[in-house]
């Protein structure tokens, strides 16, 4: 009886969607980011980004997302950071768009107050923002090929998507 | 023809076809209409706002106060643009304005016969009786006659664009100073933009690349702009007017189309920026000013030598500058016949006057020009004798002084300064990103004006930490800037006006005067002087020199108006871009949007979310046939609908039941786990917020529920009752709402068909109302609530929102047998309002827990966010309106929200005002209209008839006040 498609997306949207990758945010308590950060590094191997960076690689990300907030991009089985903190399931609630650094800046240069360069937004650097009156976080990859990431909430997609159509006249 | 045989900066080599008011004409690449119609002999280019009497141009620059028209035709038109700033292109179309029948024979020119009748604030003493007259017919008659352009009313489809830029060091302006600090950013490395309002870079320097009188060469101006365009780094700006300048750096520019580009908005973040907006002739105000012909020197000269165009046969230069001598002498070299120059000074430069072959009058005023829509016919002077005499001339050239162009320095609140060796104002002390070089910050040389530049910018680049640069500047020769500042000339015989674009005179200062007004701000309202599109460019010094004169002060003393963005007009469509119709603004479609749009439901906006309102079936022709429907199988069967967009909220840690404490008035700390409680919140003013249930899940876990349209404002909400009044709870919070798919499930037969799908035992015993639990739908984790919005049997089902279209389906094939329908948010409303169930409406930011009946929810025993102030008295007056049950003593007869109850027999005042309904439908299941309303000592009033008086859809009805409780009052089918 359910046979759902393996993301709640677009059909055809202008950039790949990052799918099959479990999202999650991470939350840690007053007073036990180090145990956290510990954690981390020991159980997962990553280690956790300062405010505005993100961390790790294609296999999980960690991408600050606020104050004690990170977003969690990956597969991380049955890892608990309990007691140290609390995750909140976020695959479903989520898109995440991957688009060329290049094309990126072409975007937001319509849509956001938000410098792209390399001189004030260098690799690996993440932001909370909007873009076009969208909440968006950004992070920029660490490694490998130059891309943004761009998580939207999944209700804005569709509507996100044909913005951006109309920007780069897609 | 008024074509210079040679020169200027236009291609003469490429002709372009224009019109004007339906007449066409040829100009050249590098023309302004502005520019294109003088080369063509057109002098008579527009009629005044006012009297209508005929104008001819009067600047070559933005702050041209006469030159509007109206470019394009039907709906994509621009009306109101400055000629004078109009690139000439191919195909250009533009129509003259405020004017009838046409330009020529303006019949409504008989206003300036009537003009004593309608000076300065005429409208604020006249057109008094009867009142009721005024919005009818006075003012759209006034409208009508006075005036600009008009919209074509129709859709604008033109496109608009957005271009967010960031920079190190921005520069506004392209004339000497700010084209000599571009270059030094440029070659230092600094991320530079160049903004120009004009589509050519040089500013001044382009009406002076034939005569190289400072010694700066055309060479030296092509080098550096050539320079700069291929520099990697600098961004050339051209055709954009920066517009406004706002906190932190932050800049606004206004892009104008060029071969088919669109409006751009440009919004620029620098780190500094250099201000380099130079500064503006003004005029001298005396009888006739305004005949055409009459223009600013520095126009005249830039007309001549930049466009190739001989702007009149036989000029006289009316000046009190050195420039003004500069601009009779290239006049003089393009072939203009140059009659006299009249200056009232009587120590002019001797280099100046040694130097002129023209005939000279120091010590001289012009006290009229005669002429009419034709043009100047001839000036009549008064000498330093006090003889007058008559000089034959088509054109006069006025330099009156220079005023710097500050207005961008102002924009942050700066006080601008009175600067006497200039008699002008100069900025003030300007924020620490901001810079003024070359003339805005004082009158000076094209050589002193690039060093300014490179000194500004270099200090800028030292805080930035580049590197400086050398850049060598061109030779330039000394030249003379004295100036001595004439207002005006008083004149008893024709009107002197100071404010051409609102027809201002020194008559009607001087009568703001008289008549009691003494501050800047209240004559510039009182006259509309400087309020025009020009913002008083060319007006504004001088009305503020008369005023001081009649208040026998000076102009430093007499103070200054205030400067506000949008330095240029800007046209709407221009700052919405992107954003209009389908792109106005966000959308958000919750999982199961697809799946209702294939069934055909109809969709309404609730806040950014699409939600299905109804699902009308083959045959329900009328929407009130599906809703019945719909709300007719949930009473009866079962239904379920989307409520996906309300907001739910994650709530973790140990303090989070003491968290939701702070939050809503009633108590949660002891809430079990799998359980859910309805909760209401309040502002800090003691008004409701917000309601919705929140759950308890595990002991440390809870998810709250918002409304669709307050998701947003809660959060942000908790937020601050976190951050900032209890920042030691250990507590976090995250919104869940996109990532959950919820379907309400309701009806006598939900169970069966829920029960159908999921595995755990949903019985009343096993699952009682207001139970929650975690739980799995085939393999999938899923969250089950047994809440009741509609006062059926029901249960809220969540499963991650990628399954959210295959549980629509599963429900569809489950509840088949009991022919289970979706129902959409009109169905949801109609079921609320027969079961009482407050909702938008209701908590609408003006009620209180009182209003909505759940005062006894208000725990006394807790502090809340609100508590205090919902104790004021008068939010607990019995006479305050309280939540209330209606329904229509004919069944029939329909009332809907926005209706003020009043008694019987009373009049439709205010004084009988008992409250209003807030709500109202047609309930299937009662066959009568109901609805839910605030009214006052509603208790007292069960039963009785009172009217709901509709007086914007002109209806009134009677209705009986009753129970807002339909249907099951006692709340029996909650728990079967």
Redesign the interface.
């Known amino acids: 009886?359910?046979?759902?498609?393996p993301?709640?997306g677009l059909a055809a949207p202008l950039f790949p969607l990052v799918e099959n990758r479990r999202v999650t945010?991470l939350?840690a308590?007053?007073g036990h980011e180090t145990a956290l950060r510990m954690r981390l590094s020991r159980e997962l191997g990553v280690s956790l980004p300062e405010t505005g960076r993100s961390t790790g690689d294609d296999s999980l990300w960690i991408v600050w997302s606020g104050a004690?907030?990170w977003l969690l991009v990956g597969n991380i089985g049955s890892w608990s950071p309990a007691p140290y903190a609390?995750l909140?399931?976020?695959?479903?609630?989520?898109a995440i768009i991957a688009i060329p650094t290049e094309k990126a800046r072409h975007i937001?240069?319509?849509?956001?107050?938000?410098?792209l360069?390399d001189?004030?937004f260098s690799r690996g650097q993440a932001a909370l923002t909007k873009l076009?009156?969208?909440p968006v976080l950004i992070w920029r990859s660490n490694d490998g090929e130059d891309r943004i990431f761009m998580v939207v909430?999944?209700?804005?997609l569709?509507?996100?998507d044909?913005?951006v159509r109309?920007?780069v006249g897609g | 023809m008024s074509r210079l045989a040679h020169g200027g900066l236009i291609d003469r080599s490429r002709s372009l076809s224009f019109t004007f008011d339906g007449r066409r004409y040829q100009g050249h690449p590098g023309d302004t209409l502005a520019s294109a119609l003088l080369a063509n002999d057109v002098r008579l280019v527009g009629r005044s706002f006012k009297y209508h009497r005929p104008r001819g141009l009067f600047t070559a620059d933005s702050s041209e106060p006469n030159g509007l028209v109206q470019i394009g035709s039907g709906n994509d038109c621009d009306p109101n643009a400055k000629m004078t700033t109009v690139e000439l292109v191919d195909g250009l179309e533009a129509v003259s304005q405020n004017r009838w029948p046409s330009l020529q024979f303006d019949l409504r020119a008989v206003h300036d016969w009537i003009a004593p009748l309608i000076s300065a604030g005429f409208y604020y003493k006249t057109f008094m009786w009867p009142a009721s007259f005024w919005e009818k017919v006075y003012e759209p008659l006034i409208r009508k006659a006075a005036g600009l352009g008009a919209l074509g009313g129709a859709p604008d489809r033109r496109q608009y664009t957005r271009h967010y830029a960031h920079c190190d060091v921005l520069v506004v302006g392209s004339g000497p100073a700010g084209l000599t600090a571009a270059l030094h950013a440029g070659r230092a490395g600094a991320r530079t933009i160049l903004a120009e309002e004009d589509f050519a870079f040089g500013g001044q320097l382009l009406r002076r690349r034939q005569v190289s009188e400072d010694g700066i060469t055309a060479a030296w101006l092509d080098e550096v702009i050539d320079e700069l365009a291929n520099c990697e780094n600098v961004t050339l700006l051209p055709r954009t007017a920066i517009f406004g300048a706002y906190d932190g750096g932050h800049f606004a520019g206004l892009e104008k189309p060029c071969n088919g580009t669109p409006y751009r908005t440009w919004k620029i973040t620098a780190k500094r920026t250099v201000i380099a907006t130079g500064c503006q002739e003004r005029g001298i105000v005396f009888g006739g000013n305004d005949v055409p012909g009459v223009m600013l020197a520095s126009a005249i000269r830039t007309y001549a030598e930049r466009f190739g165009v001989k702007p009149g046969d036989s000029a006289v230069i009316f000046t009190s500058t050195d420039d003004g001598w500069r601009s009779a002498a290239a006049l003089a070299r393009c072939g203009v016949d140059v009659a006299a120059i009249v200056d009232p000074r009587t120590d002019v430069d001797q280099r100046l006057t040694q130097d002129s072959k023209i005939d000279a009058y120091c010590g001289a005023v012009i006290e009229d020009v005669r002429g009419g829509r034709r043009g100047v016919r001839d000036v009549r002077i008064r000498d330093s004798d006090g003889v007058r005499r008559q000089i034959r001339c088509d054109l006069v050239g006025v330099s009156g002084g220079w005023t710097p162009n500050i207005g961008l320095t102002c924009h942050l609140g700066t006080k601008p300064v009175w600067d006497s060796k200039i008699q002008s104002y100069v900025p003030g002390q300007l924020p620490n990103f901001m810079a003024a070089a070359g003339s805005v910050a004082g009158l000076c040389t094209t050589m002193e004006a690039c060093r300014s530049g490179a000194e500004t910018v270099n200090q800028i680049l030292d805080s930035l930490g580049f590197q400086r640069q050398r850049v060598a500047l061109p030779a330039s020769a000394a030249i003379t800037l004295a100036q001595k500042p004439v207002w005006r000339v008083p004149t008893n015989t024709r009107k002197a006006f100071v404010d051409m674009q609102h027809d201002v005179t020194d008559a009607d200062i001087e009568q703001a005067h008289r008549e009691g007004f003494r501050a800047a701000e209240h004559v510039k309202r009182y006259t509309t002087l400087g309020m025009a599109t020009d913002q008083g460019r060319t007006s504004n010094l001088n009305g503020l020199a008369i005023l001081a004169d009649a208040r026998n002060t000076n102009v430093a003393d007499t103070g200054l108006t205030s400067y506000r963005p949008p330095y240029v007009p800007v046209p709407i469509g221009a700052l919405a871009a992107e954003n209009r119709e389908a792109a106005f603004r966000p959308i958000r479609l919750p999982p199961s949007h697809q799946w209702a749009e294939d069934r055909g439901a109809i969709f309404v906006d609730a806040g950014q979310w699409k939600r299905a309102q109804y699902f009308p079936r083959p045959g329900e022709t009328d929407w009130r046939d599906t809703v019945d429907r719909e709300v007719s199988t949930v009473r009866n069967s079962v239904g379920f609908c989307d409520v996906s967009t309300l907001g739910k909220i994650d709530i973790f840690g140990p303090d989070a039941g003491q968290f939701l404490d702070h939050l809503y008035i009633n108590n949660w700390q002891k809430l079990a786990v799998g359980k859910a409680r309805y909760g209401l919140m309040l502002r800090e003013d003691g008004f409701a917020l917000d309601d919705g249930t929140t759950s308890r899940l595990r002991s440390d876990y809870y998810i709250m529920t918002t409304t669709t349209a307050q998701a947003g404002r809660v959060f942000q909400h908790m937020k601050f009752a976190h951050q900032c009044l209890w920042p030691d709870l250990d507590v976090h919070f995250v919104s869940v709402t996109d990532q959950w798919a919820q379907y309400a499930v309701a009806g006598p037969k939900s169970r069966k068909v829920l029960q159908k799908l999921v595995k755990m035992d949903i019985s009343n015993e096993a699952f009682p109302y207001m139970g929650a639990v975690e739980t799995e739908l085939c393999g999938i984790p899923a969250r089950l609530y047994r809440l009741s919005f509609s006062g059926e049997l029901a249960y809220e089902i969540a499963v991650p929102a990628r399954y959210g279209r295959a549980l629509a389906d599963a429900l569809m094939e489950a509840g088949q047998e009991w022919d289970i329908c979706p129902y959409g948010t009109e169905a949801l409303g109609v079921m609320r309002i027969e079961k009482g169930h407050a909702a938008g409406p209701e908590i609408d930011g003006q009620t209180t827990a009182f209003d909505l009946g759940l005062g006894r929810m208000m725990s006394k025993k807790k502090d809340y966010i609100g508590r205090k102030m919902a104790e004021r008295a008068a939010l607990n007056d019995p006479a305050r309106p309280t939540l209330i049950g209606l329904k229509s003593v004919n069944p029939d007869a329909i009332f809907q929200a926005g209706a003020h109850i009043l008694p019987c027999r009373t009049t439709n005042s205010a004084e009988h005002d008992l409250g209003y309904v807030s709500s109202a439908a047609y309930s299937p299941g009662l066959e009568n209209y109901i609805g839910l309303g605030f009214l006052s000592h509603a208790s007292e009033r069960v039963g009785q008839q009172v009217r709901a008086v509709d007086l914007v859809r002109r209806r009134e009805t009677l209705v009986e006040v009753c129970d807002p409780h339909f249907v099951d009052p006692e709340g029996l089918r909650l728990h079967v």
């Open positions: 009886m359910f046979d759902p498609p993301y709640l945010m939350m308590r007053d004690r907030q609390y909140s399931e976020q695959s479903d609630g989520r937001f240069a319509h849509g956001s107050a938000l410098d360069e001189s004030a076009n009156h969208f909430i999944r209700s804005y569709e509507s996100l044909a913005w109309e920007i």
